[in-house]
């Protein structure tokens, strides 16, 4: 099974979670992980236990939300163990695309949910919509 | 053939343009609407809020009844969406072929009753719900399609 982790700089993941939930609905295969926001908690072992949480033949993909930051940072130790993928660059379109693409493999889902992504990222002040209105 | 006449306050937004036109394969939209024709702005964000391999057509809701009439929209898969309830009940009395009318996101008024998280109606709201049942529609609230579809009963 693929399963999906969000881990952030704070509510960060928590936030999108919910925004996932009013546009598609309830994702049980996908969690969130805000780090530092309990100082009594300690992030590296969280991450390192959700790593050794994936099962044989379970894929893992986290989504942090900066690359250099230290949230990232701390599942770059893990980029060899089987079946854990990290992207960063964490926003809405990028987790939609993720959760509603057929797609099976997962290395071809990351690459075009990104592709996708990017035509999403706009300045829409920038944009010009199409004088003429559609027809039948 | 119509798939879907969905009553959103919001039109085309991230519900409609990441689940439902998937999930029912529609091929294209119709906006039946008389504010927006007019509206160039909200036209424009319309426009931009589509999805990319799904065609967009806006009309006013008499114009609409008039072309879905005429047969020019019989080879599309429509998905018809309009505001409220009183375009959708001058949907179904213009025209045949409404099965199903979805109530997906509905405002909350003075002394609305709710029927759904996003659907709240007035009493004419109702009314004009009991004569879309009368022609044979099928009234249900279910605002995204992974949510339980729960049919109107009044």
């Not at chain 1, 999108?16 to 805000?34: F, P, T, W, Y």
């Not at chain 1, 072992?45 to 379970?58: A, T």
């Not at chain 1, 987790?95 to 035509?119: F, H």
């Not at chain 2, 909200?42 to 057509?57: G, H, S």
């Amino acid at each position: 099974m693929r399963k999906i982790l969000l881990a952030t700089h704070g509510e960060f993941a928590a936030g999108i979670l919910d925004s996932v939930r009013i546009i598609i609905g309830d994702e049980e295969k996908v969690r969130a992980l805000c780090a530092y926001v309990n100082p009594e908690e300690n992030f590296s072992e969280q991450v390192k236990e959700s790593i050794e949480g994936i099962e044989e033949r379970d894929e893992l993909v986290v989504l942090t939300d900066m690359l250099g930051g230290s949230v990232n940072n701390e599942f770059m130790r893990y980029l060899n163990r089987p079946g854990f993928y990290l992207v960063t660059g964490l926003n809405l379109p990028l987790l939609i695309a993720l959760l509603t693409s057929p797609e099976a493999d997962t290395v071809r889902l990351i690459q075009e949910s990104l592709e996708e992504m990017k035509n999403q990222i706009v300045f829409c002040n920038e944009l010009k919509a199409e004088e003429e209105n559609e027809d039948f | 053939m119509i798939k879907l006449l969905r009553v959103d306050y919001r039109l085309i937004h991230g519900q409609i343009t990441t689940s439902w036109v998937a999930q029912i394969g529609c091929d294209c939209i119709l906006i039946a609407n008389d504010k927006v024709p007019g509206d160039v702005l909200r036209k424009n964000a319309l426009k931009l809020a589509k999805p990319p391999e799904t065609k967009l057509v806006i009309k006013t809701v008499e114009d609409s009844i008039a072309a879905i009439n005429s047969g020019v929209t019989d080879k599309y898969k429509l998905f018809v969406i309009v505001e409220n309830v009183q375009d959708a009940r001058r949907m179904v009395e213009g025209c045949q072929g409404f099965e199903r009318v979805n109530l997906g996101n509905v405002r909350m008024g003075a002394k609305s009753k709710q029927l759904g998280t996003t659907v709240f109606v007035s009493e004419q709201d109702m009314e004009d719900i009991r004569v879309m049942q009368a022609k044979g529609s099928s009234v249900d609230v279910q605002s995204i399609p992974r949510d339980k579809c729960t049919i109107v009963k009044l």
